[in-house]
């Protein structure tokens, strides 16, 4: 499966973003869907995770609350809705899929995607 991040930019303190997460040649219903992020000098790190149904997500403490994950399998597409952005959340976003239950590792995942920068300005 190929998928393709986007939606990232400059936004401002308390602002939000919405990034999508587009899917070809498989149908992403079979994948439970991650994002993860890495900031500039640092590791890359869990941020969500929904699964292939939709019926549950799980997020990183530094996120909760303020972010959101969904997905629209006919539209073969993730979202990550990021509300009230802090400047810490500052880095390049990837989404991934895996077949793997309740995935919240980069090595748990198959498929990855291609970055989309979201920079938040203080």
């Known amino acids: 499966v190929q998928l393709q991040a986007y939606g990232g930019g400059l936004a401002q303190t308390g602002g939000s973003l919405r990034l999508s997460c587009a899917a070809s040649?498989?149908?992403?219903?079979?994948?439970?869907m991650g994002w993860f992020r890495q900031a500039p000098g640092k590791e890359r790190e869990f941020v969500a995770v929904?699964?292939?149904?939709?019926?549950?997500?799980y997020y990183a403490d530094s996120v909760k609350g303020r972010f959101a994950i969904s997905r629209d399998n006919a539209k073969n597409t993730v979202y990550l809705q990021m509300n009230s952005l802090k400047p810490e959340d500052t880095a390049v976003y990837y989404c991934?899929?895996?077949?793997?239950?309740?995935?919240?590792?980069?090595?748990?995942?198959?498929?990855w995607g291609q970055g989309t920068e979201v920079t938040v300005s203080s």
């Open positions: 929904i699964s292939w149904s939709g019926g549950y997500t």
């Open positions: 040649g498989r149908m992403l219903s079979r994948y439970n």
């Open positions: 991934a899929a895996s077949s793997r239950m309740l995935p919240t590792k980069s090595a748990e995942y198959d498929y």
